[in-house]
């Protein structure tokens, strides 16, 4: 099975991030636990198997170490864009460099994709909410 390496790793990076944003570096030694949701599990695992973390009497390969300092330097800023771009292009190299790798990891059944809130609104002066509203929100009665 032929895998596109630059795609996969384009679809495992929001695991991935979602992971080291709930973990941390910790991420890596974490026991996966009932308390975190399905996006951080599934990224907590990807970033496992791709460290070798998975497999712990194997010697890590460089590539699996690039990811490892990837993860680190995001786990200090989970906010810094730029960062999770440099872990998404170290998970592209190493899938590319182990096809079978990437082939594997491509098997898995992936829980719906993390995503972001949008919140829109329709009609005129209708309010939009992104989150919790625990007041009134006036519109005016005579406002165009």
Same mark, same amino acid.
């Given at each position: 099975?032929?895998?596109?390496?630059?795609?996969?790793?384009?679809?495992?990076?929001?695991?991935?991030?979602?992971?080291?944003?709930?973990?941390?570096?910790?991420?890596?030694?974490?026991?996966?636990?009932?308390? *975190? &949701?399905? +996006?951080?599990?599934?990224?907590?695992? %990807?970033?496992?198997?791709?460290?070798?973390? =998975?497999? #712990? /009497? *194997? &010697?890590? +390969?460089?590539?699996?170490?690039?990811? %490892?300092?990837?993860?680190?330097?995001?786990? =200090?800023? #989970? /906010?810094?864009?730029?960062?999770?771009?440099?872990?998404?292009?170290?998970?592209?190299?190493?899938?590319?460099? =182990?096809?079978?790798?990437?082939?594997?990891?491509?098997?898995?059944?992936?829980?719906?994709?993390?995503?972001?809130?949008?919140?829109?609104?329709?009609?005129?002066?209708?309010?939009?909410?992104?989150?919790?509203?625990?007041?009134?929100?006036?519109?005016?009665?005579?406002?165009?």
């Amino acid at each position: 099975m032929s895998v596109d390496a630059v795609q996969l790793a384009q679809d495992l990076t929001p695991y991935a991030t979602a992971a080291v944003t709930a973990y941390g570096a910790a991420v890596l030694a974490r026991v996966e636990s009932g308390a *975190a &949701d399905a +996006t951080v599990l599934f990224g907590q695992r %990807v970033l496992r198997r791709l460290t070798g973390r =998975d497999t #712990p /009497d *194997a &010697d890590p +390969t460089a590539g699996q170490d690039a990811v %490892v300092h990837c993860i680190t330097d995001l786990a =200090d800023a #989970p /906010d810094d864009a730029d960062l999770a771009a440099v872990l998404r292009v170290q998970i592209r190299r190493l899938l590319t460099a =182990d096809p079978d790798l990437a082939a594997n990891i491509a098997g898995w059944t992936r829980p719906a994709a993390p995503s972001t809130v949008t919140v829109s609104t329709s009609g005129e002066r209708s309010p939009a909410v992104g989150g919790s509203n625990y007041g009134t929100i006036h519109t005016g009665d005579s406002t165009h």
